[in-house]
């Protein structure tokens, strides 16, 4: 027992305490800004491999980026990528960034469906559908639940039946092969349920939109919830998206001062 309280103390304390806080050590693509300063916009446009990038305004869709950063590379006075990752959003156009505009991403709370918090604000149980993912947000989304991140103590967790689920978390572009699982998945999850798309592939198709192998009807037929940008979403992205959407950021703040 000696040894194992040494380990303890040589280890310290391994989770991040404060994940809306929290600073992204290392190389790190977050909310970029786009400054009003003249370049070639035509290159600019052709620059980027996913088409997130648009001219007149100049405008980058993080729905659709990659998060490369060639084009903060090759045209650093015009787009710097920062280190905000609360880029979640519940809107799609709110994922589009105009040049001149350094304004936080937010979740719109008139958009907020009222039973989400209301039945959802204690406990959250998430679904996770590979529609064709690349496993690279699969990734980061078992990351939340490590030891660093522990998004499990706001009682967020995933579960493995649908039947046990609040909401479906999709990654992935969404192939034709996955089509009819994620619909069946879907129907499993009992009312009220959350729909909640997690990465570039999912959110627009990523650079597989155009490809014969992919079928996104799907996100046609329902209100999507909940848009995590990121190739991959960052679990700093993924938990504090969650945590706005069940409003548990007010009663984190709320046990907090208590």
């Excluded at 001219?55 to 905000?84: M, N, Q, W």
């Excluded at 198709?205 to 919830?225: C, E, H, Q, T, W």
């Excluded at 940008?229 to 007010?250: F, M, V």
């Amino acid at each position: 027992m000696i040894s194992d309280i040494k380990i303890l103390y040589h280890q310290g304390k391994q989770y991040i305490k404060d994940l809306q806080n929290a600073e992204v050590p290392g190389i790190f693509r977050g909310r970029p800004v786009i400054s009003l300063a003249p370049v070639d916009t035509n290159k600019l446009v052709e620059l980027c491999p996913s088409h997130a990038i648009s001219s007149e305004p100049v405008s980058i869709d993080l729905g659709k980026c990659l998060f490369c950063g060639e084009c903060a590379r090759v045209f650093p006075e015009k787009i710097i990528f920062t280190k905000d990752y609360k880029i979640s959003a519940n809107s799609r156009d709110d994922l589009i960034i105009n040049e001149g505009v350094d304004t936080p991403i937010r979740l719109n709370p008139n958009l907020i469906r009222k039973e989400i918090s209301k039945i959802f604000g204690s406990s959250l149980k998430l679904r996770q559908v590979s529609a064709g993912g690349d496993n690279s947000c699969e990734w980061e989304l078992g990351a939340t639940n490590n030891v660093n991140f522990d998004m499990e103590r706001y009682g967020i967790e995933f579960v493995a039946s649908p039947r046990h689920a609040d909401a479906i978390v999709i990654t992935g572009p969404i192939t034709k092969n996955m089509a009819e699982p994620l619909q069946a998945c879907y129907n499993a999850i009992p009312d009220p349920k959350i729909i909640i798309l997690v990465g570039t592939d999912a959110i627009s198709g990523g650079m597989f939109v155009d490809s014969p192998a992919i079928d996104r009807a799907f996100l046609d037929k329902y209100n999507i919830d909940l848009y995590i940008p990121g190739n991959p979403s960052h679990p700093l992205t993924i938990i504090n998206g969650l945590l706005d959407l069940t409003s548990k950021k007010k009663q984190i703040k709320k046990n907090e001062n208590f």
